[in-house]
Every structure is written in structure tokens, then in C-alpha cells.
């Protein structure tokens, strides 16, 4: 095991965790705003972080430059698709959370 | 072991979300659980060393569909519960299951145990087929009618999708007002064209070819539908119709051609194979692209009275 091995391994893991705790999350947020914030900016980090443990492995630099287009390509439209989904519960009139923990 | 437990959990997760899918009562998470079901098939098929077929599942069967169903959904209204009893429903479920069940294992016991497919018979004539990569060759030489036959299929398909919703008038945009969907049209589109070429091209030696190009093409002209004043392709314009056309018929000509030369029902010569396999790709990829917008419909269809209600 080469310290790119356990570079990569600790990017790895590392994503691995800020996904986890994307989808955390998404699952225990009070309203639609936060959970899209949970969704959309954790799990970007994530995957980015996961994207760069597999390019130290990737061995070569096209398969590590079509790696971050992955990454590139989801920044992109979780960035729209977040804006789109938090306009259409706007638009429904759905409520932000006010603070206070749901009963 | 860490291949066996991606492959584990994938064919846990698979029949999971399908039976979820089935299950749900609210439409909206039935589709969304479809798509979610549709990127599992995806690995599962990038899994089992089938990248073209995960790259169709990814393109056709998950994006979109997942956005005519999307599509469906915004003039849908919630179903009603279901009259019938629970218990009845799962008596029925589970009798059809074990039907099925039966059938697949019969299926699978009667095939034979040790066998190598035509794996072999391929690779060995692969040189003469015009292109590196088995799957095309397969599809565009060695089986080149049973993608003949696939084209017409999708031309009634379209036919089909036209008469029932025929209208193509110009969406009227309630986002006209909205920069940011119509600067995601102006974003992608490039990317989108540089993918759909590069699979076309790819597909002579790598996963990739007419139906994948196609589908990432259609998937760009869906985005342009919703985001901009792009009506569907109207049927009765002529440059569609020669556009819907454009693959068949080239694809004809050129299985035809060597009847004239003594030669056999797509027999292409050796020397040129690739060349016409390309040519022929290129317009597949041009009706497989507009087949596949045509299924998706601009204007949410009028009212449907129903007799009897309110």
C-alpha cells in the first residue's frame, strides 16, 4: 500500500461520510428549503471528495479528467435543480421553517 | 468481497424499489422511485460488463422516461384508493409471482450447463465486420436486420405516440420571465452535442452508437421543449417526416445495394463495412433522435370530460 493508496482511501472515506451525512440530512430536516440544502451542497462535497480518491487510482489523466466532468456535469444540475425545486414549493406556498422544533 | 457486496446489494435493492414502485399510493413518489429504480438497473447492467446496455437504460429508461412520466404527472390528478381489498391484491400478487417465478427457474434450469454463447463466433470474425467492437458489429453486421427491424418498430412507435396526442401547438411558456431555465438550455446544449458525437464515433471500437446518441440528443431536445419556445416536431412538416425517414432508409439502401452486385441481403464488402457502418449510424442517430422527441408531448392534452362526474 503506497501513501496514494491511503490518500485516496482517506478522500474516499471522507466522501463517503459527507454523503451520509447529506442524506442524514435530508431525512431529519424540518422543511423543503433545508433538506435541499442538506441535498444539493453536502452531497456535492461528497461526491467531489469521492471523485478526487478515484482519480489518485485512476492512473491515467483522461480517465481522472472525465472523473471530474462527472463532478462538473452534477454541480451543474443540482444547482438548477435545486433552485427549480425550491421555486415550485414557493410557488405552492409552502412554508419555511420558523425555527422551532416540530412537535 | 467488496464486489460481492455491491453486487448483493444491487440485487437486493432492485426487486426492493420495483415492489416500492408498485406499492406506493402517491404517483409523484411511484416516479420518482421508478427513476430511482432505473439508475439501479443501470449499475446492475454496468455490473454484468453490458456498458452499451446501461448506457440505454441510463438515457432511455431512466431519463426519459423518467421525464415523460414527469411530464404525464403535472396533468394527472392523484388517484383515487384503491376499491378493491388489500387481501384480494395480495392473493393475486403473490400467485402471479410464483407463476413467474416458476416459469423464469424452468427458463433458466433448461439452459444448457456448459455453453460459451456466441461469444467465440463473434471474436473470430470480428476483423471482417469493419469495426473493434463486438456489440456494434453485431448490431450493424453479423444481426444487421434485427436493427433493421428495430428502426421500423420505433417509426410506428412514433406514428403511434403522434395519434394519440396529436397536438404539437408552441407551449405557452409560464416561464417566460425565468432566466434560469433557459440559460440550462444554453449550457448543456454544447456538452450535449459533444457527447451525442463523440458516442456515435465511439461506437465503432468502444459502448456507445446510433441508440445511445440519439437518446442524449433527445434527452437535449426535451430540455429545449421545456425551456424554450421549441414546439414537439410537428408530424406534418415534410423536413420531419424525411428526418424520421433519413435512417431506414438509408439503412435499406445500403442492405439492398449488394443484391446488384451478386452479393447477399446486407452483405457489406469487407474493405467498406466501416465506413457504411458509420454512414448508416449517423442516420440512425438522426431518426432515432427525432422518434424519441416525438414520444414527448409539448402541451398538456384539453380536459378529458369524464361521463358521470361533476
Known sequence: MTVLNGLSALFLIAGAGFCLAGT??????????CR?????????????????GLALEAGSWATALKLFLVWFFVLIS???TCQLIARA?????????GGTREP | MMDALLDGGLALSLPFLAWLVLHTEALSQAVVLFVAMGLMSALAWARLEAPDIALVEAAVGTGLTGALLMHTLSWTEESQAETRTRSTRWLGDALA???LTAVLGWAVLALPLHSQGLGPMVKARLEESGVDHPV???????????TLLEIAVLLVAALGARAVNPRTERPSLETADDPLTGELFRMTT?????????????????????F??????????????????????????????WALLTGPLLFVGVAVAPLFSGGQLLEFPPRLAGTLIFIVELALTVSITLVLLMFFPAVRPPKVEHEGTP
Open chain 1, 89 to 97: 414549493a414557493l410557488r405552492r406556498g409552502v412554508g419555511a421553517w
Open chain 2, 212 to 241: 445511445q446518441a440519439g437518446a442524449i440528443l433527445a434527452g437535449g431536445g426535451v430540455v429545449a421543449i421545456l425551456t424554450t419556445r421549441v414546439g414537439t416536431p410537428r408530424m406534418s412538416s415534410w423536413q420531419v417526416r
Open chain 2, 190 to 210: 454544447p456538452s450535449v452535442l459533444l457527447l451525442a458525437g463523440y458516442l456515435v464515433w465511439v461506437g465503432a471500437h468502444g459502448p456507445g452508437g446510433a
Open chain 1, 36 to 52: 435541499l440544502h442538506a441535498l444539493t451542497k453536502v452531497d456535492n462535497l461528497g461526491l467531489g471528495l469521492v471523485v478526487v
Open chain 2, 97 to 99: 409471482a410464483t407463476v
Open chain 2, 136 to 146: 456494434t458489429a453485431v448490431l450493424l453486421n453479423f444481426r444487421g436486420y434485427d
Open chain 1, 24 to 33: 442524514v440530512g435530508v431525512l431529519r430536516f424540518p422543511d423543503v428549503y
Open chain 1, 78 to 80: 443540482s444547482a438548477f
